[in-house]
């Protein structure tokens, strides 16, 4: 009897989750990540009351302030590293882990290291891009949880649009912007490259022999071919309209995310 409910436990078949399951551990994911985004915002807030608005009483620790946020590069960027490459480690050994926390944890460090020294070396200029790119990182989890991933894609290139012509005119242009226009466009490119790639494999992609079901049958992929277009050419238009233009530019790259939100909600339904 022992023998056969031994056998019959070796064979049981692996647990079908349900969409509920599914929906709930997505769900769970995605509080992690906005957890960790409110983690940071709040030691952002806090160099930003310490360091680069500190009163007269506090001025005796600038120094150190400076010298730990000086540091603090290096060392986000070294954790950063050993936190993304212990959760590939949990990962590739599968055990029911996906190394999850330390992939939010290696997130968490990166960008208290580079947020802190961009306020460290820009002062004031910096705050704003700081202080705003840690809710529109937590909201691209959610966007990546909670709508298709074409979405997702849309979000990151008009994400880098948003920016980009923030950083226009806040820097009036010059190398930095000439800087990140390129890397922006590149990402923006390599993008559209992987939808076309997927799109010619109905959304599956194969990696070392495996395919991947990235999007799903029938994903709405001219809506990234159309962000990519109005990405880019927001991008360059300040280089030839000037600065004014770069501020209605980034209304405009608003409303066709809000557009987009809109459109992928409705497709939810």
């Not at 995605?30 to 009163?55: D, F, G, K, P, Q």
């Not at 050994?93 to 290291?113: H, N, P, R, T, Y």
């Not at 238009?237 to 790259?253: E, N, R, S």
Request: hydrophobic letters at 55%; one cysteine or more; glycine letters at 10%.
């Amino acid at each position: 009897m022992k023998k056969n409910e031994t056998k019959a436990g070796r064979n049981k078949p692996p647990e079908v989750r349900t969409r509920e399951q599914l929906e709930d551990q997505a769900f769970n994911r995605m509080l992690l990540w906005l957890a960790a985004a409110a983690v940071v915002e709040v030691v952002m807030l806090l160099i930003n009351r310490y360091y680069i608005h500190t009163r007269v009483e506090e001025l005796g620790a600038l120094p150190a302030l400076y010298t730990i946020l000086g540091a603090g590069l290096i060392a986000g960027i070294v954790l950063f590293v050993l936190f993304l490459l212990w959760g590939f480690r949990i990962r590739q050994k599968g055990e029911g882990k996906d190394g999850l926390l330390q992939f939010i944890l290696s997130a968490v460090f990166l960008c208290i290291g580079v947020g802190g020294f961009l306020m460290r070396n820009y002062g004031t200029a910096a705050v704003p891009a700081v202080l705003g790119v840690v809710p529109g990182l937590a909201v691209l989890m959610l966007v990546f949880y909670l709508y298709q991933k074409e979405f997702f894609g849309c979000a990151i290139a008009g994400g880098l649009g948003i920016l980009g012509l923030w950083l226009f005119r806040a820097t009036g242009g010059g190398r930095t912007y000439y800087g990140y226009l390129v890397v922006a466009l590149i990402i923006v490119a390599a993008l559209a490259a992987l939808a076309l790639a997927l799109k010619k494999k109905d959304g599956v992609l194969t990696i070392q022999g495996k395919d991947v079901t990235v999007l799903q049958s029938g994903a709405a992929y001219p809506a990234y071919y159309l962000t990519a277009v109005i990405t880019a050419v927001l991008l360059l238009a300040p280089l030839a309209l000037g600065t004014a233009v770069a501020y209605y530019a980034i209304w405009v790259m608003a409303a066709w995310l809000f557009i987009l939100a809109v459109y992928f909600t409705a497709k939810l339904m």
